[in-house]
């Protein structure tokens, strides 16, 4: 079993930026491909970026050269840079794992998800 616990949401100004956190314990972390997902008010979750083992990276249209996902395998965590924000970007923001090294942007593919972290954008 994996444990993931996101960091570092909170209140950002339109075209500032935040880094969020993720780090897991638990079973092994290296081997496997993990994402960012994001879910606003009333809508359904969304994938946002996946990081395959070695760093190979996909990201949704929505945040493609704003975000950046990231890897440090030695401390168990993902990272994810998210740049020149927009208000539309306020959503909760969930790291997972999938049990595959291959990555994917759909959430049912991914079996251990955090509790998620705010990220609130102001216009």
């Known amino acids: 079993q994996v444990q993931l616990v996101e960091s570092g949401g909170g209140l950002a100004q339109a075209g500032g930026s935040l880094r969020l956190s993720c780090v897991a314990s638990?079973?092994?972390?290296?081997?496997?491909?993990m994402g960012w997902f994001r879910q606003a008010p009333g809508k359904e979750r969304e994938f946002v970026a996946t990081?395959?083992?070695?760093?190979?990276?996909y990201y949704a249209d929505s945040v493609k050269g704003r975000f950046t996902i990231s890897r440090d395998n030695a401390k168990n965590t993902v990272y994810l840079q998210m740049n020149r924000l927009k208000p539309e970007d306020t959503a909760i923001y969930y790291c997972?794992?999938?049990?595959?090294?291959?990555?994917?942007?759909?959430?049912?593919?991914?079996?251990?998800w955090g509790q998620g972290t705010q990220v609130t954008v102001s216009s």
């Open positions: 997972a794992r999938r049990s595959s090294s291959w990555n994917s942007k759909l959430a049912a593919d991914y079996g251990s």
């Open positions: 638990g079973r092994t972390f290296s081997g496997y491909s």
């Open positions: 990081i395959t083992w070695n760093s190979s990276t």
